[in-house]
C-alpha cells in the first residue's frame, strides 16, 4: 500500500523552462522512483511550497509513502499523536518535550502542520493504530 502525503486537486498546466542537465536528473531520479516527470515536479512543487510554510518540516519516504517529519525529529503524525496520549497532563506539550527531547518549537511545527492539514495526519494516525493492533492481535 502506497499512501501520499498530499491529495489530488484540480490541476492546472504549467510551462516551465529547466536547463538540460536539472532536466536530466530529474527525469533520472523520477524513472528510478517510478514516476512520471510531471508526477516528480509536482511533488516537488506541493512539497516545497509545504516547506516554505512549515520551514521546520521536511518530508521523508517510508514503507507506506512519503510523510512529513520534523527536521532532525520524528514525523508530524508521531508528536500529534504522543500529545493524543498525554492529553490528561497539565501541559502535555512539556510533558512531551522532555520526555521527547523535543524543543518547543519543533512540537509548535507539528501542530501548525496538524492544523494546515489534519486529514493526512489523522489518516497517518489511524493507520498507525491499525498495524499496532493487527501485530499486537495476530
Known sequence: MRTSCYSDNMSVNVSVRLDDQ???????????????LSDRLRRYAEEGTRRDEHPLVTFRDGPTGR???????????????????LAGEADPA???AAEMELRRPQIEAALRYHDAYPDEIVT???????????TTTG
Open 124 to 134: 497517518r494516525i489511524e493507520l498507525h493504530r491499525r498495524e499496532t493492533a493487527a
Open 94 to 96: 512539556a510533558t512531551l
Open 67 to 85: 510523510r512529513a517529519g520534523l527536521i532532525g525529529g520524528p514525523d508530524v503524525w508521531e508528536v500529534v499523536m504522543w500529545l493524543q496520549e
Open 22 to 36: 536539472l532536466a536530466a536528473q530529474l527525469r533520472l531520479r523520477a524513472r528510478a522512483a517510478g514516476e512520471s
